[in-house]
Each structure stands twice: as structure tokens, then as C-alpha cells.
């Protein structure tokens, strides 16, 4: 169900998806580097994003963060990934004034921000190995770096909530993370964790940086902000350079001034 | 109809966010202008909703230039003060007036009945805000998509069904 024109095929490198997560994760190498050394990249990224799952989600009963969760795990005897996490996790909380919360239906729920955080660090450990042209994208989340060819930067979609084979912005460039979060699909909610509401004003809000973990849990606050969460973007774009896209529920569009939008 | 007239007026709407951070205006966007006048309904008042939506348009392209720009585009607004027709949003009814001097909107701000501290929000220019757009529908070429789709439980069972499809 990918957008018209999400798929150009390939040239050079080594496309694949798998499902982790429970979503679909489909990472697109683009260096010119041998087969076998493109396949053990591919294969490294999916292991660790399955190690992450192993350790966070909530679906695994035995889960480090179910774990805890249940009291049978201390933060401190856990492992130096779970203490990253809630640590981030602690300090978007404050940064959203409390609309990111990792305990926001009524459990530990890191998720928010793992799915970004794990495809950021694959992105990393990529560069560091040498794949400087990439994309991981993992459910909507995407993480990019260089270009399809040399000089090219990387063109990305925006979904339109409504119009499942459309997109309603393209965004261009070398090193970005694009984070987006909504309400646009029945029976997925973003809860205010300060009424316990759904959140629904904001239909689809995409924010764009340079960590997806943090992008991704802006993204989910603004949605739990509701209307407010537009001057909070704004003022995120001037201080943070963590520019943002808003669709609003009765299909109003906004930009950040600084957004990598490509107008044709 | 419904719809468009609520787009008229949701635009004048993210007009006031516009100007307010242009000209860094701020006229007391929580002090009502005329709380005890009655909500006018929102189709009636035919004559000030063109304005607001006017107004709408010379936002949108002196946005695109910085305010000291040495030939202002022409816009053709009438000076004055002008009300539009109240807006409905689920929270309450909105009331945008805008201010027109030398054929350009200078000042802009809303006001909000039944709104009870979430007009405040949306509508004072304190700080800079996201501009509004038209919505688009594009086919494009891209590498890929960000959306919240593939989050959802929808997603999720519809994956999960696809998955056991497509096993042999």
C-alpha cells in the first residue's frame, strides 16, 4: 500500500524489509560496496533491531521493559540500553512539558521514542561501517543520510492522512530524521497524558531533525497538545531547529519556516 | 458548503497566527472585542467574511517577502477595521477582526466565545507560528514515505493478516 511513486527500483545496493516491531522495516543501501559486505550491513541492522524488540516491547512478556514494569527488574540493574532509554525518555518528558510520557496509559511504554532511537543508532552504526548513502524507515519513521547517487539528496513523502496513495509535502536532503505521528488511522490514539483524552485536532504532525528519536516524541507530544501544539512546534523550530508539517483534523496545513520542503 | 465556508473561516483563522507573528502585534488577543454582542450565525454576514478572506490572500504573498520590502505587492483591501462572521471550532466560536491601513492588513486578532482559555493559545502573536498552507495531493517520485499508518493497530492488523496469507 506504498504511495504512487514511493518505489523507484534500485540501482546499486541492496533493498530489504522485514517485519520487527510490528510494523514493516525496509532498509535501502545505495554505496557501491561488494554484495556480501551490503548483505552482513542488512543483516546487522535487522539483528539489533530485533535485539531492541527482545528488550522493549511491551508485547514480549519477558521484555526487559515488562520486566520492570512488573517490579521484577530495578532501572539500575538493568541493562545500559534500558538506562539510555528511560533517561531520554525522562528528559523529553520535561522538554514537552509532560506531553511525551513514556507512562502515558498507565504503564511503561517506551515505544515512542525506541522505534525512532533504534533506527537512529542503525543509521549510525551504517555511516560508521562505511554505507554513507541510506534510508531506514521503520513503520513512517525514516532516518536518511547522503543520496540515491552521488550528489543527489534523498526525496521523501509526507503521507496524506486521507488520500492513501498521495503525499502532501516532499522533503529533500543528505542527513535528516523524519518523524511522523497522527491520529488519521481508527484505532490508533495519542493520549493527553494530562486529561486521558485522545488527542485528535491534530491529524498527522511530521517533525524533521537530526535525531529520530527525539523527532519521533515531538511528534507524538504535539499530537497530544492538540491545537496548542502548533505555537509549540513553532517555537521548537526557532530553538531547537526541529522543524515540523501539521495537518489539522478539518484539513488545515502548516509549515516551520525551515522545512526541507521541495516546491515544484 | 459547510465545509467551505468552515475553510473560509479556518483560514482567517491561521491568517491571525500569520500576522501576528509578522508585524509581532499583539492587541490583546484574550480580551474580547464585543462579548456581549450575540454570535452572529455563520453564513449570514455575507459582507465581512470577503474581507477576512481577502485578508487571507495579502498575508499569504507579504509572507513570502519581508516586511520592508520597498514595493509591497498591491492588494486592493479598503482601510478599516473588520469583523468577520464567528467561526466554528469544536471548542467554541471564533471571531477574527482585522485592521487595513494603506490598502495592507496590519493587525490582526481573534477572539473567542465558549473557548474558555484555548483561544489565548491559538491566537496571540507572541511568538513565532507555523504558516499555513493549502493542503496538497501529490504523486511524486520519492524513495520513501513517513506516516503514521504503519503504526496504527489497523496497520498492524492488516499486516498480520497479510503475513498469514502469504504463508506457504
Known sequence: VSPAGAGPEAG????????????????????????????????????????????????????????????????????????????ACADLWRATDGYFDAHATGRLDPSGYVKGWSVQVASDRLMAAGATNHWVNAGGDVRLRGGPVPGQPWRIGIAHPWEKDKVAWVLAGTDLAVATSGTYE?????????????????????????????ADAYATAAVAMGTPGLDW???????????????????????????????E | MRRGIATIIGTAVGTVLLIGAKYGTHTGAGAPVAVDEPAQPVAAPVATTPAAARAKKTARSSSAKPPASPTPPRSGLKDGTYRGSGGQEAYGTIFVTITVQSGHVTNASATCTGCEGRS?????????????????????????????????????ASLRSALEAAQP
Open chain 1, 186 to 214: 481508527r484505532g490508533f490514539h495519542v493520549v493527553d497524558p494530562h486529561t486521558g483524552q485522545a488527542a485528535a485536532a491534530l491529524c498527522s504532525v511530521t517533525v524533521v531533525g537530526t535525531d529520530l528519536g527525539t
Open chain 2, 120 to 156: 489565548v493559545t491559538i491566537s496571540n502573536g507572541a511568538y513565532p507560528t507555523l504558516r499555513q498552507e493549502t493542503l496538497a495531493k501529490q504523486s511524486a517520485n520519492i524513495a520513501t514515505v513517513s506516516g503514521a499508518t504503519e503504526t496504527s493497530n489497523g496497520y498492524r
Open chain 1, 12 to 87: 546499486p545496493g541492496l533493498r530489504r524489509v522485514e517485519f520487527v516491531m510490528g510494523t514493516a522495516i525496509s532498509v535501502q543501501l545505495c554505496d557501491p560496496l561488494p554484495a556480501a559486505t551490503l548483505d552482513r550491513l542488512a543483516d546487522q541492522t535487522f539483528d539489533w533491531l530485533r535485539e531492541v524488540d527482545e528488550r522493549f516491547s511491551t508485547y514480549k512478556v519477558d521484555s526487559e521493559v515488562n520486566r520492570l514494569d512488573r517490579g521484577e527488574l530495578t532501572a539500575e540493574r538493568g541493562s545500559p540500553l534500558l538506562r539510555d532509554v528511560l533517561d
Open chain 1, 233 to 263: 512546534l513553532a517555537r521548537l523550530a526557532n530553538q531547537n531547529g526541529y522543524e515540523s508539517a501539521v495537518i489539522t483534523e478539518d484539513g488545515r496545513a502548516f509549515t516551520s519556516a525551515g522545512l526541507p520542503v521541495v516546491r
